[in-house]
């Protein structure tokens, strides 16, 4: 079946960055989008971006614009999202996800702690 | 980009009881591309309904989906106590993916 799976939790300092990975499974990578999407702590969830697994087109929230970068590797059916110059304000969970079909599929997340 | 409201922002019920909690876009959502989740907290979203009415595998037939357009709802027909938890609903139809902020279900 369709599978995203995470890399694990990063605690990270302030000014630092962090890169999340999300391999995929179970379907043809480069037919399909994968979305990040973060969840602070008691707020709503935020959708960050997107990268087209076939060409590598990228979308960016404006919100995150200059720092956050998708990319992927299709030999190893993984998608990376980097996120600089992290604020405690980053702090939360970060999760991969693709719209498969009629529905969403999602990763387990991912924990980014932001403290100095 | 659409905007979601859930309300309401809390419901608190006995088990047993029915919940109705609503989702309104600020747009019509594409395809009728809006999914509701279940959170619990520290774990990930668990998909319940998908495409407005479709039970994802797995999700008792307690819990329904209705709606199109910029009007939908998720139904509870009876609370069981592993129901209590925060509800959510995405629109993923149109980009950027959007989200409600969520409906609390706690016990009375």
């Known amino acids: 079946q369709v599978r995203l799976v995470q890399s694990g939790a990063e605690m990270k300092k302030p000014g630092a960055s962090v890169k999340v990975s999300c391999k995929a499974s179970?379907?043809?990578?480069?037919?399909?989008?994968i979305h990040w999407v973060r969840q602070a702590p008691g707020q709503r969830l935020d959708w960050m971006g997107w990268?087209?697994?076939?060409?590598?087109?990228?979308k960016y929230s404006h919100k995150f614009q200059g720092r956050v970068t998708i990319t992927r590797d299709t030999s190893a059916s993984t998608v990376y999202m980097d996120l600089s110059s992290l604020r405690s304000e980053d702090t939360a969970m970060y999760y991969c996800a693709t719209h498969y079909g009629d529905y969403v599929v999602w990763g387990q997340g991912t924990l980014v702690a932001v403290s100095s | 980009e659409i905007v979601l409201s859930q309300s309401p922002g809390t419901l608190s019920l006995s088990p047993g009881e029915g919940a109705s909690l609503s989702c309104r876009t600020s747009q019509n959502v594409n395809n009728n591309f809006l999914a509701w989740y279940q959170q619990k907290p520290g774990q990930a979203p668990r998909l319940l309904i998908y495409?407005?009415?479709s039970r994802a595998t797995g999700i008792p037939d307690r819990f329904s989906g209705s709606g199109s357009g910029t009007d939908f709802t998720l139904t509870i027909s009876r609370l069981e106590p592993e129901d209590f938890a925060v509800y959510f609903c995405?629109?993923?139809?149109?980009?950027?993916?959007?989200f409600g902020q969520g409906t609390k279900v706690d016990i009375k």
């Open positions: 179970g379907y043809t990578f480069t037919n399909y989008a």
């Open positions: 990268i087209n697994g076939g060409n590598g087109y990228t």
């Open positions: 495409r407005a009415s």
């Open positions: 995405q629109q993923y139809g149109n980009s950027p993916w959007t």
